[in-house]
Structures are given as structure tokens and as C-alpha cells.
């Protein structure tokens, strides 16, 4: 029970620091890209952000019609949820490291496509869509 208790603490804390920096970072380096309030001569597909170019590309959404703001706050909550869940399994796991390793990556990718792909047609439903 202690363990338990202990991982959950330990996850919050994850799950606030980890957002924090990732709101930050994408706030700091992405926001006056995606909005288009730095203009440039030329596209860079680079300095686009990953998430929102997947779920744009994906689903087809229109992204004059995304509220940027809510959605970035809400990928950054995903990456948070994602991270931490997956760092707390890992740690709980007393198993060899190879397979910690092993159980890590698959329920990693797992949890991003199946979040992401949730998220993408909730955005469709809501009308985002092109």
C-alpha cells in the first residue's frame, strides 16, 4: 500500500513538471509559428509542431478553425499523461531492465496513437474537420 501511495505522489509530481516544461517549450518556440504572427519567406515543414501536424494530417482538420491556445494546452497535457504513466509502470516493475525497457516502449507507443487518435476524432466530431 505504501508503494502505491508513494507511486501516486510520485506521479502527480511527474505529471506537473512535465507539463509545465513541455506548455513552456511548445508555448515558447512553436506558438508564434503555428498562429503565423512571425511571418517568413519561406514554409519550414521543421519548425512545424509533430502532434499538430499528425492530427491535421490525419483527420483532415482545418486548422484556421482549431482554437490553437486550448489545443496546445491539451497536447501538452497528453505528453504529461503519457510520460508520467509510463515512467510510474516502469518503475513499479521489479523485472529485468530489458524487459522494463521492452514493456515501456510498447506501452509508449501504445498510449500515443490510441490518445492522439482519440483526441483527432473528437476534433472531427466537434467540427474541425475540412
Known amino acids: 500500500m505504501e508503494r502505491l501511495k508513494a507511486a501516486l505522489i ?19 518556440k512553436y506558438y508564434k509559428k503555428i498562429t503565423g504572427k512571425k511571418k517568413s519567406k519561406k514554409k519550414n515543414k521543421d519548425n512545424e509542431l509533430m502532434e499538430l501536424s499528425y492530427l491535421v ?6 486548422k484556421s478553425k482549431l482554437a490553437l491556445h486550448s489545443l496546445l494546452i491539451t497536447i501538452s497535457l497528453i505528453n504529461a499523461f503519457i510520460i508520467s504513466l509510463v515512467a510510474i509502470v516502469v518503475i513499479i516493475i521489479n523485472i529485468n531492465i530489458i524487459l522494463q ?9 501504445a498510449l500515443i496513437y490510441s490518445i492522439y487518435e482519440l483526441l483527432g476524432r473528437y476534433l472531427v466530431k466537434k467540427g474541425f474537420g475540412k
Request: glycine share 2%; net charge positive.
Open 10 to 28: 510520485l506521479f502527480a509530481i511527474l505529471f506537473f513538471v512535465v507539463f509545465l516544461v513541455d506548455y513552456l517549450f511548445i508555448k515558447r
Open 57 to 62: 494530417a490525419k483527420f483532415n482538420l482545418d
Open 101 to 109: 525497457l521492452l514493456i515501456g516502449f510498447v506501452l509508449l507507443l
